[in-house]
């Protein structure tokens, strides 16, 4: 440790060198900041460290887990490769799932089509022209049983991005085990379910906030007591990111979404070390390398924090923040490509150096369609570049101790609790939301990018320099066949048909029954209704006679 | 400068299909405002006849429709329709999202006056707007 008067020197003889080296204009014309905004200085030193280095960072594995969540980290065992797939009926899907585990890759991650998301079945009026263009479409019980054929349930983490009606396609999923004789305790995986940021950012939803949010406390609840193994909810900021929120805010928002999550799950009377060490996190890695490897670090050490300091925990695991990365989806152009794999390959990096739990690279045709197989290969390649070629996985938080990240990590967590004082100010992140508040701060910061990039100031390369080659764009991109839609529509009509109806709507109208009373878990009555086929959106349409549905207020 | 050419375009910004990509949609919204330009924006998940009644409620010179979710060789098409059973030709039709160089001159032969895509400049659509869609009406 410096002492008082060294520091003094230190920071006249910075100055000197300062004025010396900058004194005369001998910068370039750049913007010196992140692409969040923030200000980067030329040079960071020793005076630009916490006060106390050895208790802001610790050790891996040591509270505050600024280094990592795990002693070992990297060393002991690699960051899962979960590349994100999914389109057209399950059966395609099933068989990119099976390609994707043939060539390497460790988890699944499974994307589903805006009707699923929405709860709408793929023939409601609403899913025409939608139904498997971005993802799976997944109906009924039978499809989930056909989207994991010949997938060994017991030995795969399977995580599914779904939120509004994640307690559905849960119950899908664990029937769907249950009928090959998995019992739910032995799953691992993830469910999404973060419904806070779908009305923040992603903006698919089946339900107002109030009852959304006992929907997901019901899953919290019902998988701390029946899946010991499965993270009920991933705390996403990579859609806030997406979005156009700066690194920031992504940060700010996703913790205090996460601990509003656990601020209703003790409320509902659960300790918080019997579910806390289930929640995942979810964040973006975009392309301001060094402020994302600060923004990882820094979101460790405030959930440890926050979750011993003013949760109690007691239980080092509810302590640890585990996340998944994946890259900047946004930061990739249409123009010229093949540069994406660079801005991929470096984004990974960084989610690496932050020390991720699993990675999802993007593949480089995704600004114009949802990637082809031989892209996906070269996104699955990159991570398995960086883990076995480049030596980056060897020594643990290799930057830790860096004026720069140290200082940018300090940055970060100033700026989070910033966030987190004027959402408390507001009555608490579900006030906050119903109010716009974080809706319109990330709208704020897609403007202010936006113009950036306009005015020539922050430059895109492709897009507002470098422009020689744009005319060389065309790749082979994947086309969804058309044909995929009546066929999914006549799986469903046939399900229909098939199942005992007087059965099925019996467990429809005991889910709206339960659904009106305010202390009864849904997830039994989701479970039933899943073993007498009822379709996802016969399940949403019934909760939302209870509930009724949302509407956002237009804004810009 | 004549008065037809000092009354403000009216345009509608609308998000068709399911998808909740809604940055581009507001960023084009807030540009076109600030260009001087009334902007209604429509909110998400609206269906083909929802934003065609906007447009004819708001007496639009232009419709802006932005899509991200692969849909739009569907919703385009049903929007160009309804508003031509509605007897509706003047109004200016472009379209913004993700949306593959393959199917832009299909989409112009149905009577979409610009497809914006991915890295579009927000003063290139300001512009276009003004020139096709400005002075027009009376």
């Keep these: 440790m410096a002492t008082h008067v060294d520091m003094g020197q230190t920071r006249e003889r910075l100055e000197r060198w300062q004025r010396e080296v900058f004194g005369r204009g001998t910068e370039r014309d750049e913007l010196f900041e992140t692409i969040s905004g923030e200000p980067v200085k030329p040079l960071y030193s020793e005076a630009d460290l916490p006060a106390d280095t050895e208790a802001a960072i610790g050790l891996p594995g040591e509270y505050p887990y600024t280094r990592g969540v795990y002693g070992s980290m990297y060393r002991g065992r690699l960051w899962t490769m979960r590349q994100f797939a999914g389109y057209g009926t399950a059966q395609e899907t099933n068989a990119r799932f099976r390609y994707l585990l043939d060539h390497g890759q460790t988890g699944l991650s499974t994307a589903f089509d805006m009707p699923s998301l929405m709860g709408h079945d793929s023939d409601h009026p609403r899913s025409l022209g939608e139904v498997g263009r971005e993802g799976v479409a997944i109906d009924t019980l039978q499809d989930m049983e056909t989207l994991f054929d010949h997938i060994p349930l017991d030995r795969v983490s399977v995580s599914m991005t779904i939120n509004a009606p994640a307690a559905i396609m849960l119950a899908f999923y664990v029937v769907a085990a249950e009928r090959r004789g998995i019992p739910p305790e032995r799953l691992d995986g993830t469910i999404q379910t973060d419904i806070l940021k779908e009305y923040i950012a992603q903006k698919e939803w089946c339900f107002p906030v109030d009852p959304a949010m006992r929907l997901v406390t019901d899953m919290i609840e019902w998988c701390a007591r029946h899946m010991p193994r499965w993270h009920p909810i991933s705390i996403s900021g990579y859609h806030i990111r997406e979005a156009g929120s700066t690194a920031a805010q992504e940060l700010a928002f996703t913790l205090k979404d996460g601990l509003t999550y656990v601020e209703y799950a003790v409320a509902r009377g659960l300790a918080v070390d019997e579910f806390a060490a289930r929640l995942s996190f979810f964040f973006n890695a975009h392309i301001d390398f060094f402020e994302e490897i600060a923004k990882y670090r820094a979101a460790r050490r405030i959930w440890a924090r926050e979750l011993r300091e003013r949760f109690g925990a007691r239980d080092e695991r509810s302590l640890l923040m585990r996340f998944h990365t994946q890259t900047a989806g946004v930061s990739l152009t249409a123009q010229q490509p093949l540069n994406n794999i660079v801005r991929t390959a470096i984004e990974a990096l960084a989610g690496v150096l932050g020390g991720t739990q699993s990675l999802h690279t993007n593949s480089f045709d995704e600004a114009l369609a949802l990637p082809t197989e031989e892209a996906v290969r070269v996104a699955l390649r990159t991570q398995q570049i960086i883990a076995s070629e480049t030596g980056v996985a060897n020594t643990i938080d290799p930057l830790g101790g860096s004026y720069h990240v140290e200082a940018m990590t300090d940055l970060m967590e100033q700026r989070c609790y910033e966030y987190f004082d004027k959402i408390d100010r507001l009555g608490g992140m579900v006030e906050a939301v119903k109010r716009g508040f974080p809706q319109r701060e990330i709208a704020d910061a897609a403007f202010r990018y936006q113009r950036e990039v306009e005015s020539g100031a922050r430059k895109v390369v492709g897009v507002n320099s470098y422009r020689e080659g744009n005319e060389h764009d065309g790749i082979p991109i994947l086309r969804i066949d058309p044909q995929l839609e009546p066929k999914q529509i006549a799986r469903l009509r046939a399900i229909r048909e098939r199942r005992d109806g007087t059965a099925t709507a019996r467990t429809l109208q005991q889910l709206r029954l339960a659904a009106a009373e305010e202390d009864e878990n849904l997830m039994p009555l989701l479970l039933d209704a899943a073993r007498a086929e009822a379709t996802e959106g016969e399940m949403v349409a019934a909760l939302q006679e209870v509930f009724g549905s949302f509407r956002e207020a237009p804004v810009f | ?138």
């Design chain 2, 1 to 138: 400068m004549g008065a037809a050419t000092e009354k403000k375009i009216r345009v509608v910004v609308a998000k068709p299909g399911l998808d909740g990509h809604d940055r581009g949609a507001k960023i084009i919204a807030r540009a076109l405002r600030d260009a001087g330009m009334e902007v209604i924006y429509t909110g998400l998940h609206q269906t083909p006849e929802q934003i065609v009644e906007t447009a004819i409620q708001e007496d639009a010179d232009a419709v802006g429709l932005s899509i991200l979710s692969g849909a739009h060789m569907t919703l385009v098409p049903r929007v160009i329709e309804l508003l031509s059973d509605q007897g509706i030709e003047d109004v200016l039709v472009t379209v913004g999202g993700t949306i593959p160089a393959d199917d832009v001159p299909q989409l112009k032969a149905l009577g979409v006056a610009e497809v914006f895509g991915p890295g579009a400049n927000t003063q290139e659509i300001v512009d276009f707007i003004r020139e096709r869609a400005g002075g027009v009406k009376t």
